[in-house]
């Protein structure tokens, strides 16, 4: 059983940085898609960035978060990042860390049915963007 606890949400200005962390206790032996996904009042969970942990330099990116906002792993830590920058009012949501077994990194993308194939879920953490 893969447990996710995320932190680092909370209140900033927009144009300002968090970094959100998720720690995973996630099998070493195992590789798998992780990533952080969002969701905002009124819209639909969303991919924002994943990342395949055994190895390669596979990383995916929204659109609307790319040159933004960088996913990182430390794997002594077995912890999931996700700096964000330049945080603008639309960044706000519930912020979800996720991850699913995988044994390459084909398939971590969020897009269309790769969402759903995630199916280990943190309880999320909020990130409000506001004047």
């Known amino acids: 059983q893969v447990q996710l606890v995320e932190s680092g949400g909370g209140s900033v200005q927009p144009g300002g940085s968090l970094r959100l962390s998720c720690a995973a206790s996630?099998?070493?032996?195992?590789?798998?898609?992780m990533g952080w996904f969002r969701q905002a009042p009124g819209k639909e969970r969303e991919g924002v960035a994943t990342?395949?942990?055994?190895?390669?330099?596979?990383?995916y990116y929204a659109d609307s978060v790319k040159g933004r906002f960088t996913i990182s792993r430390d794997n002594a830590k077995n912890t999931l990042y996700l700096q964000m920058s330049s945080l603008k009012p639309e960044d706000t949501a519930m912020y979800y860390c996720?991850?699913?077994?995988?044994?390459?990194?084909?398939?971590?993308?969020?897009?269309?049915?790769?969402?759903?194939?995630?199916?280990?879920w943190g309880q999320g953490t909020q990130v409000t963007v506001s004047s």
């Open positions: 996720a991850a699913r077994v995988a044994v390459s990194w084909v398939g971590c993308s969020p897009e269309g049915p790769g969402l759903g194939r995630y199916n280990y």
């Open positions: 996630t099998y070493r032996s195992t590789t798998y898609c």
């Open positions: 990342i395949y942990t055994g190895g390669g330099i596979y990383t």
